[in-house]
């Protein structure tokens, strides 16, 4: 169930027994043309997948779900969705988990830790069709179950809160959503969203190993600049990332990768 606050500011909330993914639902819907804020959530998913088309395991008991919001920005504001998604999920997390940062953070540029483990993940993607550019938000949290043998640390939110539940993250993610959105779409609301998202960030300040297409590059992480980009300190000098998967330390061997 929505919460209040989303439902009176129009989202809806279609749920589903099992489906592919939640973020192909998304789009379907699109295509049929509907008018956006539509949450759409599976109770379990049969190809769900994270960033760069990773399969993402999607057992039922976790949260499985796709906001689809049609023209909320221009096309080249969208990547700082991901930073309003995060600070949001962060948000829904605390309220159920009464976990707060630093044992609750961010990992850049789409995850969330709990101790350093990760427990979610999170996928924006864009699509144009008719002129209109659209976005869909997906978001699955581990909140019954984490998977087991992956190549990180992984966690789910009952493990540190007992009364965990997917309509009890549901509903505060619904509520912190519509908040941090309306924030952000506020004249120079990128400023505050930025500011909230690296008070939760994981590793910043510390060295961080960058895969990149052309290898791995360390550094320390300073900070992100104004559009959202990594700010990495090298021995070459300041170097910002638009996309990569960060590790902790100096060595992509020595951590695990974003998932």
Known sequence: MLSESARAAGYRLIVRDAVASTMEEARRALAEGDPGRLWIVARSQNAGRGRHGRQWGSPPGNLYASLLLAAPCEPALAPQLGFVAGLALHDAAAAVTELSAPALALKWPNDLLIGGAKAAGLLLEGES?????????????????????????????AAHA???????????LSDSWHRRFGAWSLP??????????????????????????????????????????????????????DAGDLYFGSTPSSVAPAG
């Open 188 to 241: 120079g609301g990128f400023g505050p969203t930025r500011a909230a998202w690296l008070d939760r960030a994981a590793y910043l300040g510390q060295t961080i190993t960058m895969r990149l297409p052309e290898g791995p590059v360390s550094g320390r992480f300073l900070g992100l600049d104004a559009s959202g980009r990594l700010e990495l300190g090298t021995e070459a000098g300041a170097r910002l990332i």
């Open 162 to 172: 007992a009364e965990a539940s997917v309509e009890r993250l549901l509903e505060a």
């Open 129 to 157: 069709r008719a002129g209109h550019f659209s976005v869909v938000i997906g978001f699955g949290v581990n909140v019954a179950s984490s998977p087991e043998g992956t190549p990180y640390p992984a966690t789910h939110l």
